[in-house]
């Protein structure tokens, strides 16, 4: 029993538990017969807001008033641009990548550009740099749907031994914000700077140069989930960031890392996405339909930060 | 200060100065829209950006955010256009409760210490449902009296700057004349002083997110008004251009320091600025990056002012 006090004591375990729940709840209903399809559909789409919401809680880290707005903009933007790149043409898979982490770099520099040079809150300046770069990508999209080529279409929709090769993807890429964020000395510095940024200029932490690395590493996994979800639905759409927004904000929330910066976690980010994405379909086994699921959504949102959150004071 | 101008309206010279700048500019390249009926046009969907604004200002007072202006002022707008016609006392009932359930979070995001943007996040997609419910297709009619409030021609000046002038006033007294405005901006620049001395917060937030309601209420009306017709996604895009707006406007996102008047200006700034590119004849696709540039150049216009400003007051 001490063990699983210790257990219930890490903040990441509701959003677990919580889609374990719902997932039993689906599974039961259909008498057990989706079980394996509906966990991989789960893992699949739970994996780009994993890859965004990973890079959201490091920006959500470094205290109140840090979030980046730009996410969906940034996804749409390096979706549209890597596929008119590669144009259908399995050689230019690589470049492709390459080209939307550039774009993640650049709206990256721009959003630290505008924080610090202005001196505007965060929320403002990714909210004028989102503008420009969903304009960016209204300009190039010009209504075409460009096909992924077909090496990443298959890729990014087939699976390998049972797992979704997405969901891998996303393994990997939070192994190494794990790395980063607790065995890092970066990791350490996003954390003191979320909990008194004051304290941690007086401590020598590099804080400006910690806050521009987190909204780079920010814009760049929003780039890479763009990319991502662009070759597995089959082209970029102009849309297709829009529902990252509060996904990405959501899943930090939900996974129990700090609102008000300074303290955070991965695994509830995993728990988190795999919840949000559960309990859509669950409400969809039911039978219900778009606008009653909307509603629910959202109450079940409310509902949850409400049983997790209010503890600290800060952020809006 | 040596103008004899109070800080408050000094606030509102970088804003005014960007509208002027942006209104003179549309002149040049089109002196026909320098008419009674080229302003209206140019104007009058200014009118329920306006009134979001607004409400997104009130929020922003007590230190907050409301995401879910845009997907409120879409379910209002499909209220109006098919209740408030077909049966004004069940969609005034409608809207009042909705009004209610505004004023609720403000309380509930208070008592729970909750982030404000997750909730009103998490309220989007309560009303983004409720509008989907409502008119899962576009359609509905606007109210007739609501048609004619829109497209009524008063002498002298268009309906958009009347309108336009009557908001700023409506909310310059509620929110800078008025001992509610003055508790409300209290609690977003020192909530604990404001409890301290007295008053309950719970009543100021819950007065804050209830006016926030009633201006975005107004706001779902016009633009039926406008449009004729209603749709779920209709006013999506309101929740970002609110926030700017505000910002435009010379509020700043902490301390309850806003300026009405200057909300106002910001949303007519950010609606002139998509008719400029298209009288500059660059292409629509830029017109939400257009917004995003004005707000940056105002931005960092005022920060240049505020270092003036500075060296001026410390010779």
């Given at each position: 029993?001490?063990?699983?006090?210790?257990?219930?004591?890490?903040?990441?375990?509701?959003?677990?538990?919580?889609?374990?729940?719902?997932?039993?709840?689906?599974?039961?209903?259909?008498?057990?017969a989706?079980?394996?399809?509906?966990?991989?559909?789960?893992?699949?789409?739970?994996a780009?807001?994993?890859?965004?919401?990973?890079?959201?809680?490091?920006?959500?880290?470094l205290?109140?008033?840090?979030?980046?707005?730009?996410?969906?903009?940034?996804?749409t933007?390096?979706?549209?641009?890597?596929?008119k790149?590669m144009?259908?043409?399995?050689?230019?898979?690589?470049?492709?990548?390459?080209?939307?982490?550039?774009?993640?770099?650049?709206?990256?520099?721009?959003?630290?550009?505008l924080?610090?040079?202005l001196?505007?809150?965060?929320i403002?300046?990714?909210?004028s740099?989102?503008?420009?770069?969903?304009?960016?990508?209204?300009?190039?999209?010009?209504?075409?749907?460009?096909k992924?080529p077909?090496?990443?279409?298959?890729?990014?929709?087939?699976?390998t031994?049972g797992?979704?090769?997405?969901?891998?993807?996303?393994?990997?890429?939070?192994?190494i914000?794990w790395?980063?964020?607790?065995?890092?000395?970066?990791?350490?510095?996003?954390?003191?700077?979320?909990?008194?940024?004051?304290?941690?200029?007086?401590?020598?932490?590099?804080?400006?140069?910690?806050?521009?690395?987190?909204?780079?590493?920010?814009?760049?996994?929003?780039?890479?989930?763009?990319?991502?979800?662009?070759?597995?639905s089959?082209?970029?759409?102009?849309?297709?960031?829009?529902?990252?927004l509060?996904?990405?904000?959501?899943v930090?929330?939900?996974?129990?890392?700090?609102?008000?910066?300074?303290?955070?976690?991965?695994?509830?980010?995993?728990?988190?996405?795999?919840?949000?994405?559960?309990?859509?379909?669950?409400?969809?086994?039911y039978?219900?339909g778009a606008?009653?699921?909307?509603?629910?959504?959202?109450?079940?949102?409310i509902?949850?930060?409400?049983?997790?959150?209010?503890?600290?004071?800060?952020?809006? | 200060?040596?103008?004899g101008?109070t800080?408050?309206?000094m606030?509102?010279?970088?804003?005014?100065?960007?509208?002027?700048?942006?209104?003179a500019a549309?002149f040049?390249?089109?002196?026909?829209?320098?008419?009674?009926?080229?302003?209206?046009?140019?104007?009058?969907?200014a009118?329920?950006?306006?009134?979001a604004?607004?409400?997104?200002?009130?929020?922003m007072?007590?230190?907050?955010?409301?995401?879910?202006?845009?997907?409120?002022v879409?379910?209002?707008?499909?209220?109006?256009?098919?209740?408030l016609?077909?049966a004004?006392?069940?969609?005034?009932?409608?809207?009042?409760?909705?009004?209610g359930?505004?004023a609720?979070?403000?309380?509930?995001?208070?008592?729970?210490?909750?982030?404000?943007i997750?909730?009103?996040?998490?309220?989007?997609?309560?009303?983004?449902?409720?509008?989907?419910l409502?008119?899962p297709?576009?359609?509905?009619?606007?109210?007739d009296w609501?048609?004619?409030l829109?497209?009524?021609?008063?002498p002298?000046?268009?309906?958009?700057?009347v309108?336009?002038?009557?908001?700023?006033?409506?909310?310059?007294?509620?929110?800078?004349?008025?001992?509610?405005?003055?508790?409300?901006?209290?609690?977003?620049?020192?909530q604990?002083?404001?409890?301290?001395?007295?008053?309950?917060?719970?009543?100021?937030?819950?007065?804050?997110y209830?006016?926030?309601?009633?201006?975005?209420?107004?706001?779902?009306?016009?633009?039926?008004?406008?449009?004729?017709?209603?749709?779920?996604?209709?006013?999506l895009?309101?929740?970002?251009?609110?926030?700017?707006?505000?910002i435009?406007?010379?509020?700043?996102?902490?301390?309850?320091?806003?300026?009405?008047?200057?909300?106002?200006?910001?949303?007519?700034?950010?609606?002139?600025?998509g008719?400029?590119?298209?009288?500059l004849?660059?292409?629509?696709?830029?017109?939400?990056?257009?917004?995003?540039?004005?707000?940056?150049?105002?931005?960092?216009?005022?920060?240049?002012?505020?270092?003036?400003?500075?060296?001026r007051?410390?010779?």
């Amino acid at each position: 029993m001490i063990s699983f006090g210790n257990l219930a004591r890490k903040p990441w375990i509701w959003s677990w538990m919580a889609a374990f729940l719902v997932w039993f709840a689906t599974i039961m209903v259909t008498g057990g017969a989706s079980t394996l399809g509906l966990s991989q559909a789960a893992l699949t789409f739970a994996a780009f807001s994993i890859i965004v919401g990973i890079g959201q809680m490091f920006v959500i880290t470094l205290g109140p008033g840090n979030i980046d707005l730009s996410v969906p903009a940034t996804m749409t933007l390096a979706g549209t641009v890597a596929l008119k790149l590669m144009n259908v043409e399995n050689g230019m898979v690589v470049p492709g990548l390459l080209v939307a982490v550039l774009i993640g770099l650049a709206v990256g520099v721009g959003n630290y550009a505008l924080i610090k040079a202005l001196r505007i809150p965060p929320i403002i300046a990714t909210l004028s740099m989102s503008f420009i770069v969903q304009s960016a990508a209204i300009w190039t999209n010009r209504g075409l749907r460009i096909k992924p080529p077909s090496v990443l279409a298959d890729f990014t929709t087939s699976s390998t031994l049972g797992v979704p090769n997405v969901a891998l993807v996303a393994l990997g890429l939070s192994l190494i914000a794990w790395v980063l964020l607790e065995k890092s000395v970066y990791g350490r510095w996003i954390s003191a700077i979320g909990q008194s940024m004051a304290a941690a200029r007086m401590a020598g932490i590099p804080v400006d140069g910690a806050r521009f690395v987190t909204y780079l590493l920010c814009a760049v996994l929003a780039s890479v989930a763009g990319y991502l979800l662009a070759c597995f639905s089959g082209g970029a759409a102009l849309n297709m960031g829009a529902e990252y927004l509060l996904m990405s904000i959501a899943v930090v929330v939900i996974g129990g890392t700090a609102v008000a910066g300074g303290y955070s976690n991965v695994p509830g980010i995993w728990g988190a996405s795999l919840f949000m994405f559960l309990v859509v379909s669950m409400l969809n086994t039911y039978g219900i339909g778009a606008g009653v699921r909307l509603i629910m959504t959202g109450l079940i949102i409310i509902s949850v930060i409400m049983l997790a959150g209010g503890r600290r004071t800060g952020m809006r | 200060m040596k103008l004899g101008l109070t800080s408050d309206a000094m606030r509102l010279v970088i804003p005014a100065l960007s509208m002027t700048v942006l209104l003179a500019a549309v002149f040049w390249l089109q002196p026909r829209a320098m008419s009674y009926f080229g302003l209206n046009l140019l104007l009058n969907l200014a009118v329920p950006i306006a009134l979001a604004t607004i409400a997104q200002m009130l929020v922003m007072a007590v230190n907050d955010l409301d995401l879910s202006i845009g997907a409120f002022v879409s379910f209002v707008a499909c209220v109006t256009a098919t209740f408030l016609r077909d049966a004004p006392l069940v969609g005034t009932l409608i809207l009042a409760g909705a009004v209610g359930i505004y004023a609720l979070i403000g309380v509930v995001i208070y008592l729970r210490n909750l982030p404000s943007i997750v909730v009103t996040l998490g309220m989007s997609f309560v009303w983004a449902g409720l509008a989907v419910l409502m008119l899962p297709a576009p359609g509905g009619q606007a109210p007739d009296w609501v048609r004619w409030l829109m497209t009524v021609k008063p002498p002298l000046m268009p309906m958009a700057i009347v309108a336009s002038i009557v908001i700023a006033i409506v909310a310059h007294l509620i929110v800078m004349r008025s001992s509610l405005g003055v508790l409300i901006r209290g609690v977003g620049g020192n909530q604990r002083s404001v409890e301290r001395a007295g008053w309950s917060i719970i009543a100021a937030r819950a007065a804050a997110y209830g006016l926030a309601g009633v201006f975005a209420v107004a706001a779902g009306i016009a633009l039926v008004g406008l449009t004729t017709s209603a749709d779920a996604n209709i006013a999506l895009r309101y929740t970002l251009l609110s926030i700017a707006g505000v910002i435009l406007g010379g509020g700043e996102f902490t301390g309850g320091r806003v300026s009405p008047i200057g909300a106002v200006i910001g949303a007519l700034t950010l609606t002139l600025a998509g008719s400029f590119l298209s009288f500059l004849r660059i292409s629509p696709d830029w017109q939400i990056g257009a917004q995003g540039a004005i707000l940056i150049i105002v931005l960092a216009l005022r920060l240049v002012f505020n270092r003036v400003e500075k060296r001026r007051a410390q010779p």
